[in-house]
């Protein structure tokens, strides 16, 4: 008896590791999947934080959540080669062939594969960019686009260079620029080619009614996803298209790709810690958690965006557009405090800079001195300007803002400062003071404007330091009614060191262009000319003209240029096929096999 | 009991001026300008902003414009010969902004016929994205009630019952825990012990309602694991308040007069605690129903944050922080409805159990 | 959620006969408390609380400590390291100076709201009690609708358009929190005022105020003691709440209810920053409660002794 039951105990032990053994057997070590993988390759679950896309018509679309939808789904005309960040040919996700200059080198013609179709069978033709870039020029949308046409349909001046977009034929794209444009690649990527012959269905010319509903769902697509589902403040799915035809493996190998809405940076971080999520871009304050943790695979590259301190440089009561109707300057007044330059060159000694990068950032981070960053191709020599709060406080001194009262925690008084001497001599004997403001809920930002408050207020400059909504922010800047905030652009590919787009002057339309701090300098405007029409785009010739611009940004010092951050791209152990390239992480997520254990 | 019903409704319709009333009155006291958060278009220029806002009437005296918010100003300004032109109007001016030009017809129809405009965020009808959301908070509150519930009356008992004893101190102590622990501090620790806390504790998602499978949310039993660390969380609070309530309850029903008489007269303890002490205690819960359901909106609003529960607390927080008036004001006008509702049941649950109570 | 509570027997010297060897019942409930170990534990935690509050400047110019001073060199500073007991925090600020600032403002706000709504509900609640008739009629429309609409809304919506600083913010959650107390005492005085000894006061000529202030006040001040105990422990769960959801005491002025929420994500990097602020909240909202408790056995005239 005691042996039969010796007999079954072994008998279960065994059985029981058995099964144990089963799930380790089962798991497929071997990576490329066959064709039989197809859709079989597991979830991709990724997150978005904060707000729900706003739409997911790529013609509206401005903030990342939204462009992180739109860009599942319609391909760019002219694909960026995500190793080397350069326009290039037959490129998934982009629909051009090839493309040629005339002699003139203002009319660029693009030709168009004939081979893509839409998932219904359409064929994706010169017709659905036009349809496109008509829709934003027409102006009547909430589309932030405007700015790459010369004129928008009204005849009103929009700032940029494109002057009409035609299509020649069904596969032919012809632009006309106003002159030969180095930089042309940036403003035709800017929009998204959509299916002309559905959202005419849809809209017609009458493209108003697409702010009517900007979150109708996409139905006709083209990309390795389809059939977007959405569940408003939770979470938004796509599956599989197994009919997109530029895949790595030949098929999409993961069944779905859904993206949850968590609250904040930090609960994400900790779902990626646990598991929860499959991929994810890593926050600076977080990336220490995960180099060098042996369950994730880790990616790491330079950004191409930098954070920097914005100042209102024009009057905050009285906003104006850079340009009227005419190209004519307006006069932008002048901010009290930040109208002079000799200030901002002050108030840079007087933050520490390196300080943040090494401890706000941990080190995930450069210092930046100019409109740059890491990975730019052009990089001017610039001495950065130090922290050095007594060589700050002497600047403000001779700028004439006297501490009168020696006591620093008062703020100090203007005593014959610009602002009194050339616009109102009743200002004299303000105290320094403003608001600083940045997006709530972005930690390194609002840990950057606890710094900015303590030290300015070091050296006698009071600061209102206010974390609020992010759609506030917008507003208070797109008004130009703000003082100072902390913010950050993220820049486009291929790499445009000329920032057009954001300092020059007729991008300063109140409550639409980025020009939020009213810049404008003579010289910086020829120079963005001069760059992009330089013969035969020679790169040594265009870097001295871009060198030349970013010493401009350093001796005006507009903004506070911080630091060009670190991102960090991590996926778990058990994704498979990752092959991550510096400027696109996630290119090639049709190609995973995603086996959580 | 029908004539307690409609006249506590009566009762209630003052009640509900006052609520809408203190609501428009802090809408209006806001530093920021919400007809320019209504007129995101960045094609409008100033003067057709202002244009805008005195066609919304921002020039109007605020009793005005309140009255215009409750009743729509669909009647107030109308077109009654059909040429697209209003050319009749009410109290409102025809011409708002002095243009020359008739404004087109009013197209509110207020919130007493629920229309609360347009949520600025999300672009569509207030009204119908509470009543999208509002189903999540309810699932997950009703959970939470009936556990709280569950667990907290026999802990509360037990604890009267043995007074003195350890039970008695230990879950005074443990449940008042419950209570003083901030809310998101727990549900941070929580998704860190059972997401990072080793093997055996990684069997809970954390956060989500539906899971991640498309198509519509499967039924609850199905999605159990969805709701474990929501409602641990928010039953903590429950058990501790609800114990403690029947302990004292019970302690003070079986010191009063008629028990103690019962008990002279040789009833056993038995008895005496179930039949008497517990039937008595429960009466009074009753009258929680109202400040439950009150809390019901507001109090999981941080949980449902924490755990992307996607309900309506979480919505109203978001609504509050972006400035978005219609959604925030759509929500404040349900809750206290619903409010209302709930105080109007607990009163006739009471009037129901306590056989003291009549009409 | 409050339990009913009857009117305590009270013995008023003025109009009692002197009972030979029986205390009153402010005599009994001191003494019970004194038989009652936790409810005395959780008192002078209390009190050590407030204290180490009120005299925050002065232990940190003893230890020569900042709140608001900081070392970006020096981040996340472990407990024990030079010149920082407790460590430092994100941006190189000491991590004791600024609990202990940060006492100050968490339990400012919990005694000053909950102390202020006690003031307001006592008052409103005796002279309605005592009127009644129209006073009475808009006083509960008033608290009604207030009741109505859920809390926090009210909270956000307040907090959004006012942006509070710590004293705002007291001021706010005392318009907020009233209606509790004054629901309690008007109830009280309700009964009280029918009672012999308030006839007889009128008989007497006595004037109104001098019945409310003499006869009805103290015997709800029992009642008062308890509430406000729980509602200064609710108070700082309140504030805390407020800072995570972003509407709180904004940094860098330090408040347990922001520091907890900051320290979220440094729960795997600096753990000593996430626990402290949690367990001072805790505590100090766990003792409150137990004194709350405490105090409601102690005065009830129904438990034997």
């Known amino acids: 008896m005691k042996r039969i039951f010796a007999f079954l105990v072994m008998l279960m032990t065994v059985i029981l590791l058995g099964t144990l ?329 007087g933050i520490d800079i390196d300080g943040i990068v090494a401890g706000v950032l941990q080190g995930n981070g450069t210092r930046i001195n100019t409109h740059t960053y890491p990975l730019n191709w052009v990089q001017a020599e610039l001495e950065p300007r130090l922290f050095d709060p007594a060589l700050a406080s002497q600047l403000l001194e001779e700028a004439g803002w006297v501490d009168d009262d020696d006591d620093t925690a008062t703020p100090r008084v203007c005593q014959g400062c610009l602002y009194a001497t050339e616009v109102d001599a009743a200002f004299e004997g303000s105290p320094m003071s403003f608001t600083l403001i940045t997006n709530a809920g972005n930690t390194i930002r609002e840990q950057i404007g606890e710094v900015a408050d303590q030290q300015w207020a070091d050296i006698g400059v009071e600061v209102d330091f206010q974390a609020i909504d992010f759609g506030v922010v917008l507003e208070q800047t797109g008004a130009q009614t703000f003082d100072s905030y902390i913010l950050g652009w993220g820049l486009g590919l291929p790499v445009n060191p000329s920032a057009d787009g954001i300092f020059n002057v007729e991008s300063d339309i109140v409550n639409d262009g980025f020009n939020s701090y009213s810049y404008y300098n003579e010289e910086y405007e020829e120079l963005i000319d001069a760059g992009s029409t330089v013969a035969g785009c020679d790169v040594e010739e265009r870097r001295a003209i871009y060198e030349r611009i970013q010493t401009i940004f350093y001796e005006q010092q507009p903004v506070i240029f911080l630091y060009s951050g670190k991102t960090m791209a991590v996926a778990q152990n058990w994704v498979q096929g990752w092959n991550p390239v510096q400027w696109a992480a996630a290119h090639d997520n049709d190609a995973w096999v995603i086996t959580p254990d | 009991m029908t004539k307690f019903i409609i006249r506590r409704l009566v009762q209630a319709i003052p009640t509900f001026f006052g609520i809408t009333l203190l609501s428009y009155m802090i809408m209006l006291a806001s530093p920021s300008d919400p007809v320019a958060l209504m007129t995101n278009d960045p094609s409008f220029s100033q003067q057709e902003k202002a244009a805008m806002a005195a066609r919304m009437g921002i020039n109007d005296p605020w009793p005005l414009q309140y009255f215009r918010w409750l009743v729509g100003d669909d009647w107030l300004r109308w077109d009654s010969d059909g040429d697209g032109i209003s050319d009749r109007s009410f109290l409102i001016a025809l011409d708002a902004n002095g243009d020359g030009v008739a404004e087109p017809p009013g197209d509110r129809r207020g919130i007493l016929r629920g229309d609360f405009g347009k949520s600025f965020s999300f672009r569509e009808d207030s009204l119908k994205l509470i009543g999208q959301f509002l189903p999540a908070t309810l699932e997950l509150n009703v959970i939470v009630l009936i556990v709280s519930l569950a667990l907290g009356i026999p802990i509360g008992i037990l604890a009267a019952v043995w007074r003195g004893g350890a039970f008695d101190n230990g879950s005074r102590i443990i449940a008042v825990i419950g209570d003083a622990i901030p809310v998101f501090w727990l549900g941070i620790i929580l998704i860190i012990v059972f997401g990072s806390g080793g093997q055996w504790l990684d069997i809970l998602p954390m956060g989500g309602r539906c899971g991640v499978t498309r198509g519509d949310c499967p039924p609850v039993y199905l999605r159990l694991e969805y709701l474990v660390l929501p409602t641990l969380v928010l039953a903590l609070g429950g058990v501790a308040g609800y114990s403690r309530y029947m302990r004292a309850a019970m302690l003070e029903t079986i010191s009063s007069d008629y028990v103690r008489t019962a008990r002279a007269k040789g009833l056993t303890t038995q008895a005496v605690w179930f039949k008497h002490g517990f039937r008595n205690a429960m009466i009074p819960l009753a009258t929680f129903l109202g400040p439950t359901i009150t809390g019901l909106l507001g109090g999981s609003a941080i949980t449902e944050t924490i755990f992307s529960w996607p309900g309506v607390g979480r919505l109203l927080v978001r609504a509050t922080t972006s400035l978005d008036y219609p959604l925030v004001m759509a929500g404040v006008v349900v809750g206290a409805v619903l409010t209302i509702i709930g105080y109007l049941l607990s009163d006739i649950l009471y009037a129901v159990f306590d056989p003291r109570i009549r009409f | 959620m409050a339990t009913t509570q009857t009117a305590p027997i009270v013995n008023l010297n003025m109009l009692e006969q002197k009972q030979p060897r029986s205390k009153s019942l402010f005599q009994k409930a001191v003494y019970r408390l004194t038989r009652d170990p936790l409810t005395l534990v959780a008192l002078t935690v209390i009190v050590l609380m407030t204290l180490m509050s009120v005299f925050a400047p002065v232990i940190c110019d003893l230890l020569n400590i900042d709140p608001f001073h900081q070392t970006l060199s020096n981040i996340y500073a472990d407990m024990g390291a030079e010149g920082h007991p407790f460590g430092t925090d994100d941006l190189g600020r000491d991590h004791l100076a600024r609990l202990l600032y940060g006492a100050q403002v968490s339990l400012g706000i919990g005694f000053g709201a909950a102390g202020l709504s006690v003031v307001i509900g006592i008052s409103l609640g005796v002279i309605t009690g005592y009127y009644g008739g129209i006073v009475d009629d808009i006083v509960i429309w008033f608290i009604t609708t207030l009741n109505s609409i859920p809390s926090l809304f009210l909270l956000l919506i307040i907090s959004a358009v006012l942006s509070p600083s710590p004293s705002t913010l007291v001021l706010v959650l005392a318009f907020l929190g009233w209606t509790g107390t004054t629901r309690l005492v008007r109830g009280e005085t309700f009964s009280l005022r029918e009672r012999e000894f308030t006839v007889a006061a009128r008989a007497i000529g006595a004037s109104d105020f001098r019945i409310m202030y003499l006869h009805i006040l103290p015997n709800v001040i029992s009642l008062i003691v308890i509430t406000l105990a729980q509602a200064i422990g609710g108070l700082i769960l309140i504030e805390s709440g407020l800072s995570y959801l972003g509407f709180g005491i904004k940094p860098p002025t330090p408040s347990w209810g922001n520091m907890l929420t900051s320290s979220q994500e440094l729960i795997r990097q600096a753990p000593h920053l996430a626990i402290a602020p949690g367990l001072l909240i805790a505590i100090t909202v766990l003792c409150l409660y137990i004194v709350g408790d405490g105090l409601r056995d102690a005065f009830d005239p129904k438990l034997a002794d």
């Open chain 1, 21 to 349: 053994m089963i799930p380790a057997l089962a798991q497929d070590g071997d990576y490329p999947p066959g064709p039989e993988g197809a859709g079989e390759g597991g979830t991709i679950i990724d997150y978005y934080f904060g707000d729900d896309p706003s739409t997911f018509n790529p013609i509206l679309a401005s903030d990342s959540a939204s462009l992180a939808v739109t860009g599942l789904f319609y391909p760019a005309i002219v694909g960026i080669d995500p190793v080397t960040g350069e326009p290039a040919p037959n490129l998934p996700g982009s629909v051009a062939e090839s493309w040629e200059y005339d002699e003139t080198s203002t009319i660029l013609t693009v030709n168009l594969r004939q081979d893509l179709f839409w998932n219904d069978g359409t064929p994706i033709t010169a017709a659905d960019y036009v349809y496109a870039t008509s829709a934003v020029r027409s102006g009547v949308t909430s589309s932030p686009r405007t700015s790459m046409f010369e004129t928008l349909d009204d005849g009103t001046p929009a700032g940029g260079k494109i002057v009409s977009i035609e299509a020649a034929d069904d596969y032919t794209v012809v632009i006309t620029f106003t002159e030969a444009d180095c930089t042309a690649f940036n403003d035709i990527n800017d929009v998204s080619l959509v299916p002309a012959h559905i959202f005419s269905e849809l809209y017609g010319t009458d493209y108003a009614l697409m702010d009517e509903d900007p979150r109708a769902l996409p139905t006709v697509t083209f990309g390795q996803w389809k059939d977007l589902e959405f569940a408003p403040a939770e979470r938004y799915s796509v599956i599989a298209d197994q009919s997109y035809p530029d895949t790595l493996l030949g098929f999409v190998s993961p069944g779905e790709y859904v993206a949850q809405n968590v609250p904040d940076t930090n609960v994400a971080v900790e779902r990626l810690l646990a598991g929860d999520l499959t991929y994810g871009v890593v926050p600076a304050n977080r990336q220490a958690e995960f180099r060098g943790n042996s369950d994730f695979q880790v990616f790491e590259a330079d950004a191409n965006s930098y954070v920097y301190i914005g100042f209102n440089l024009a009057d905050p009561t009285n906003p104006q557009n850079g340009v009227d109707e005419n190209g004519e300057l307006i006069d932008q007044g002048l901010h009290p405090i930040f109208g002079d330059p000799a200030v901002r060159i002050a108030l840079t000694h």
